[in-house]
């Protein structure tokens, strides 16, 4: 990621950005900062950039052409994703943080004064960004909250032995209250549950706390969480075959787009996954997809859906592109909390020397999906002979899939070890494992069932936007 920030403060960007994670990432090559000072680009004797405002007003302004001379200068051929904080920009979040962290490139424009002339806004932004509302004397430091917040999410910027995907986290919740040593500080003690060892226990004691939290300091984040448990507790009349949606709402990966009875929409945004599930009924199927924003529908890419309706009404809505069935199967889901055996020993962590041989033992949805998913540890290898010969991760929407072992090595128990070595390190984040598996793979079906696995009587399809 290049960030490249055009600023009258250049100082004020590189010394706010060189230290802790954002310093060791620029160290690291992980991410680049580019600044350029707009008076460089001045064309006053004086190198004056403001003036005063037509129209009267308080204060200067900054004039178009240093701006969009300083802003040209780091456009080579097509348009960078051009970044304007201020007041009147959409709300920053880290929902949105991850969508510009997919850019390989984006400038930041930091005014000053009262701004700048319209006139180059309106030619070089791309995005309008507020982080909040509140006016300040710049644009250096949303600029750099901004940068922070998306590098944190630029792999191998964060070492946490977790990726950001794995973190259990719930979106629409405040983090509990975090304690270390000593055990007693100024008289007061750790929360004895903490000290418990009880994994179980200590997740429910942060869920509460996390709960207690957002009710006093965001009753809108809370409303917002509370309607996301009253669907969760209307998938799980029917769990095994919602386990996919309750699972991306549990995660902090899914939010609900529509809910109406048994009617439900959750969607994936970093994936691109809707997921559908409709009462019986003739038009459930197209009520519900009436009802989802045309914005969302554009940019599906994948579908999960209980009611191969859905799929007809999906054909209709999602102008000109086509929507394909790639897979009808069943839903097994891993609902005890012990650790399953795991007998082969020899599994390891896949790295970037395996992306070769993952990228070739198995058909992936892109092209660039086996890379990303080896940085995001989510896929490991069995070894014999001094040699990779098996793998099983889980995708981006945290279901485990991607099983294979090497004709030779089958039935000797590998590929059951890979599967529950990760289930196993689902559990360690505190979510049900769960996977997809196509209705003509009865080898597979069985084997689940062998593991302890609960299948979804229903079946669910795999549609994808072509
Ligand atoms: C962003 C920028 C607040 C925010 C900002 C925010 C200086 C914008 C100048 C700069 C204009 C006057 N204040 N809430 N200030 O993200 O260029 O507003």
Redesign the pocket.
């Known amino acids: 990621m290049k960030f490249k920030v055009l600023t009258l403060f250049p100082e004020m960007i590189r010394d706010g950005l060189r230290t802790s994670i954002t310093g060791r990432a620029l160290e690291n090559n992980l991410i680049e900062l580019e600044t350029v000072n707009i008076r460089a680009y001045s064309q006053d004797k004086h190198g004056r950039v403001d003036d005063y405002t037509y129209g009267g007003g308080a204060g200067m302004l900054m004039q178009a052409q240093p701006v969009f001379d300083a802003w040209q200068a780091q456009v080579s051929g097509r348009k960078t994703r051009t970044i304007y904080?201020?007041?009147q920009?959409r709300l920053f979040s880290q929902s949105y943080a991850a969508e510009l962290a997919q850019e390989k490139e984006l400038i930041f424009l930091?005014?000053?004064?009262?701004?700048?002339d319209q006139r180059v806004l309106d030619e070089v932004v791309t995005d309008y960004?507020?982080?909040?509302?509140?006016?300040?004397?710049?644009?250096e430091l949303?600029a750099m909250v901004m940068i922070d917040a998306i590098s944190r999410l630029i792999p191998g910027v964060l070492h946490n032995e977790e990726s950001a995907e794995t973190e259990s986290f719930h979106r629409n919740l405040l983090e509990y209250p975090q304690y270390s040593r000593p055990e007693v500080w100024h008289g007061q003690k750790v929360p004895d549950v903490l000290l418990s060892g009880d994994h179980r226990k200590i997740a429910a004691w942060r869920l509460e706390q996390s709960e207690g939290l957002t009710r006093e300091r965001r009753p809108d984040l809370y409303a917002k969480y509370e309607r996301q448990e009253a669907v969760i507790q209307v998938l799980s009349r029917e769990k095994r075959l919602h386990i996919h949606m309750i699972e991306s709402l549990r995660r902090g990966r899914g939010e609900v787009i529509f809910w109406k009875d048994r009617a439900v929409c959750v969607y994936d945004p970093d994936y691109r996954l809707g997921m559908f599930t409709a009462a019986p009924g003739k038009d459930a199927a197209s009520q519900l997809i009436a009802a989802i924003p045309q914005n969302i529908l554009d940019e599906m890419k994948y579908v999960l859906t209980t009611d191969i309706a859905i799929y007809r009404e999906l054909a209709d809505r999602l102008s000109g592109d086509k929507i394909r069935i790639v897979s009808e199967g069943r839903l097994a889901c891993y609902t005890q909390r012990t650790f399953l055996p795991v007998k082969y020993k020899d599994i390891r962590l896949l790295k970037d020397v395996d992306l070769e041989y993952l990228t070739a033992h198995r058909e992936w949805q892109d092209a660039d999906q086996p890379a990303e998913r080896i940085r995001a540890k989510a896929f490991y290898g069995a070894y014999a002979e001094q040699r990779l010969v098996g793998f099983c991760g889980w995708l981006p929407d945290g279901r485990i899939g991607g099983l294979y072992v090497e004709k030779a090595f089958r039935r000797q128990g590998i590929g059951t070890s890979l599967e529950a070595f990760c289930i196993n390190r689902q559990l360690e984040m505190g979510f049900v494992p769960y996977g997809f598996i196509p209705k003509e793979n009865e080898v597979a079906l069985r084997m689940q069932g062998g593991m302890g696995l609960y299948l979804s009587e229903g079946h669910v399809w795999w549609l994808e936007r072509s």
Do not use: A, M, N, W
């Open positions: 904080v201020t007041p920009g930091c005014g000053h004064y009262e701004g700048i960004v507020s982080i909040g509302d509140y006016v300040l004397t710049g644009g949303p």
